[in-house]
């Protein structure tokens, strides 16, 4: 089974900031296979990039995602209020899929 | 509108039985995978298997196997637990994923699963 490790465990920033998130893979991952998801208080999650970089449906263009091998960057450019959020990453290369424990981005 | 209806909230005792269910709409059902996402209260995600509407074929999480079942009929699909633990509480999420983009790329509100005696 793929380890996904997410870090930070929590992100305290303020509205405008960048948040750069990272997810570590125990193995090499193909980036075909790399996602990240928001899930929103009291929400399901919500897919924000697939295939390591590419943006879902309606996903403004401050979300970024880069990587390869076994490390993944998510980036968030100048933070909106409705960012504020938790952001999971999932790999679906190997199975089960396995997502990471979570980044939690709050208001500073 | 393309979305994943679930099932609303339920609570049972230890050793009951239970089926969830997720409902597709606007899209072709059949083209499409389901997958099942555990939430646990304050948790992360895990997830615990995927059916392909078409045929049902199934694959499942080693850490569900054998705990659970997933199946689908001809609009939905399905989560039954035969004999439920505490251990089986939380939120089961409904997600879709294609069949060459394995990602989730449509979720579902969720059902919240209370097991408590």
């Known amino acids: 089974e793929i380890v996904l490790t997410q870090s930070p465990g929590t992100l305290s920033l303020s509205p405008g900031d960048r948040a750069t998130l990272s997810c570590r893979a125990s193995?090499?991952?193909?980036?075909?296979?790399l996602a990240w998801y928001q899930q929103r208080p009291g929400q399901g999650p919500r897919l924000l990039l697939y295939?390591?970089?590419s943006r879902a449906t309606g996903i403004p263009a401050r979300f970024r995602g880069s990587g390869s091998g076994t490390d993944f960057t998510l980036t968030i450019d100048r933070l909106e209020p409705e960012d504020f959020a938790v952001y999971f990453c999932?790999?679906?290369?190997?199975?089960?899929?396995?997502f990471g424990q979570g980044t939690r981005v709050e208001i500073k | 509108e393309v979305q994943l209806v679930q099932s609303g909230a339920e609570v049972k005792r230890p050793g009951e039985s239970l089926k969830i269910s997720c409902e597709a709409s606007?899209?072709?059902?059949?083209?499409?995978?389901i997958g099942w996402v555990r939430q646990m209260p304050g948790k992360g995600l895990e997830w615990v298997g995927v059916?392909?509407?078409?045929?049902?074929d199934t694959t499942y999480s080693p850490s569900f196997e054998g705990q659970v079942t997933i199946s689908v009929d001809w609009s939905s699909t399905s989560l039954h637990w035969n004999s439920l633990k505490p251990s089986d509480s939380g939120i089961y999420y409904c997600?879709?994923?294609?069949?060459?983009?394995?990602?989730?790329?449509?979720w579902g509100p969720g059902t919240l699963v209370t097991v408590s005696s």
């Open positions: 999932q790999q679906y290369e190997d199975s089960p899929r396995t």
């Open positions: 295939s390591t970089s």
């Open positions: 193995q090499r991952i193909s980036g075909v296979y």
């Open positions: 059916i392909y509407a078409g045929d049902s």
């Open positions: 606007g899209y072709n059902f059949r083209n499409y995978f």
């Open positions: 997600a879709r994923q294609g069949r060459t983009n394995w990602h989730f790329d449509l």
